[in-house]
């Protein structure tokens, strides 16, 4: 029998479980190495004096992504996980008092965006039609494919996609794009909002993005009943049973290879170094560390092209156990800051913490 080809899967976050799922199923022997203790990477789990905390994504969005990956694994995703869509997306705050809920029935969303700003029900309405607009040019090409990968460019749908390029509306940035649909300044900083999703600034980063708006109110937002962290066990769990070799507390030091010709990887692992061979790795480290740290390349093309992108923005996050019942907040929930404009402007230019900070919290009883 032909022995099986072996993979390493750099880093045990969603990306690497999935990759490593996906790799097993087809056949290979995949060896996968974290540096951390657990599973998880970003998408990680704290249990402390009788709470339990997601440390990190706490709104799904596209749960069809995560079922097809269950399906092409011989799973259902029903006999893993309780996926619970919200009525309410988020509930949100302004310094005035006004209290503004996002429900994702569009019609009730639009006639409250009616009575508690200036804004018509039809302008919200409007506007959900042109984020799918955004989503239906996109989605084959870039949101589900590999756009680094220049074929996907010759398919049918991305030269319908060209030709209709302003529909994406790549070249003004979301907060003009969201500035013509609303009048009122409450409704545009809620959409506005949605940059901060993926760490962006809504004064700079294309309106392309308010594809976003699309997904959540259109498509749907999704809790996990048991946490996000049970999407983590349970793919831990399929990718064990595929075969996957896990090796936890495992930080790997350096990609070796000729010319990018693979050869295999140094591993630490409480100390010990020791070098592995492979022919193919997979890595679900942040791009630019693996140019720089792993790969050792900061000169090629592709490594000075992504040292050049400026990171998205972190955030300041508390995990809070917090005793009694407190129903004027939702599972999601946004306070405003008073100038938003000048909070992007402390984040993204002058690189402080603002005194004003717009807070989300997320709460989940499990
Ligand atoms: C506070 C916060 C809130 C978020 N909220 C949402 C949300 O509500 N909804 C949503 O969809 N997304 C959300 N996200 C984004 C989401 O968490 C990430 O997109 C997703 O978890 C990234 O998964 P990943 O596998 O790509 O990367 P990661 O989770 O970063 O996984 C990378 C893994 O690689 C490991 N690793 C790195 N280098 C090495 C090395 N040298 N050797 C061994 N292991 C290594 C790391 O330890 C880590 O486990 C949020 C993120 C944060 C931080």
Redesign the pocket.
């Known amino acids: 029998m032909a022995k099986r080809k072996r993979i390493a899967v750099?880093?045990?976050?969603?990306?690497?479980l999935s990759a490593a799922i996906r790799l097993a199923k087809q056949g290979y022997e995949v060896d996968l190495?974290?540096?951390?203790e657990k599973a998880?990477?970003?998408?990680n789990e704290i249990n402390e004096k009788g709470f339990r905390f997601d440390t990190?994504?706490?709104?799904?969005?596209m749960p069809f992504v995560i079922k097809e990956l269950f399906e092409y694994s011989g799973q259902r995703i029903e006999n893993h996980l309780d996926v619970i869509p919200l009525n309410n997306l988020c509930k949100y705050f302004y310094p005035d008092g006004t209290v503004i809920n996002a429900y994702s029935n569009v019609d009730k969303f639009a006639e409250e965006v009616s009575t508690k700003t200036k804004d018509a029900a039809q302008s919200v309405k409007s506007y959900l039609k042109y984020a799918e607009k955004i989503y239906d040019l996109t989605t084959d090409l870039f949101l589900l494919s590999d756009f680094s990968n220049a074929k996907n460019f010759y398919k049918p749908g991305a030269l319908k996609t060209l030709f209709q390029i302003n529909k994406i509306d790549p070249f003004r940035s979301m907060h003009k794009a969201n500035k013509s649909f609303f009048k009122d300044p409450k409704t545009i900083q809620l959409f506005d909002r949605y940059a901060t999703y993926n760490g962006s600034n809504p004064f700079s980063a294309p309106a392309t993005l308010n594809i976003i708006q699309h997904v959540e109110y259109n498509l749907g937002a999704f809790i996990l009943k048991k946490g996000v962290y049970s999407l983590v066990e349970s793919l831990y769990r399929i990718a064990k049973n595929k075969g996957v070799n896990f090796f936890f507390n495992?930080?790997?030091t350096q990609i070796i290879h000729d010319n990018y010709v693979i050869k295999g990887l140094l591993v630490n692992r409480n100390g010990i170094h020791e070098k592995k061979d492979y022919e193919v790795i997979i890595t679900?480290?942040d791009v630019n560390?693996t140019y720089n740290n792993?790969l050792k390349d900061s000169v090629s093309k592709s490594a000075s092209r992504y040292s050049k992108l400026e990171p998205s923005s972190s955030?300041l996050?508390f995990y809070w156990g917090v005793k009694g019942e407190h129903d004027n907040l939702e599972v999601h929930n946004i306070l405003f800051s008073e100038d938003y404009r000048n909070e992007f402007k402390d984040l993204f230019e002058r690189s402080i913490c603002p005194d004003d900070p717009t807070v989300y919290l997320y709460i989940i009883q499990i």
């Open positions: 750099i880093g045990a976050g969603l990306g690497g190495f974290e540096q951390a998880g990477g970003k998408a990190g994504p706490s709104l799904l969005t495992c930080k790997v679900n480290a560390y792993l955030a996050v």
